[in-house]
Nanobody
């Protein structure tokens, strides 16, 4: 399983970014998906998850600002991030838990 993440960048506080993660070699329509992030000097933590049945979970700090989604036809997952804050600065990773598959990470930097 290969995951290719993209969409990170530098944005001002209050701005938006949309991360994408394309999966190859396996259809993930029947798998849970997740986004994690790792801030400098901190542990990697879960940000958002979506079950195969489209049930979602968000960590408290992003709930109401981030939206996880999936396009099973394109084998791609997304993380829409709105009203970004400096504390959202991190490397963001996509994940398919069942296969312990990880994307390479995409850097999001939010300036104040």
């Amino acid at each position: 399983v290969q995951l290719q993440a993209s969409g990170g960048g530098l944005v001002q506080a209050g701005g938006s970014l949309r991360l994408s993660c394309a999966a190859s070699e396996i259809p993930f329509s029947m798998r849970a998906i997740a986004w994690y992030r790792q801030a400098p000097g901190k542990q990697r933590k879960s940000v958002a998850t979506m079950s195969s049945g489209f049930a979602t979970w968000y960590t408290d700090s992003v709930d109401g600002r981030f939206t996880i989604s999936r396009d099973n036809a394109k084998n791609t997952m997304y993380l829409q991030m709105n009203n970004l804050k400096p504390e959202d600065t991190a490397v963001y990773y996509c994940n398919i838990p069942q296969y312990d598959a990880w994307g390479q990470g995409t850097l999001v930097t939010v300036s104040s």
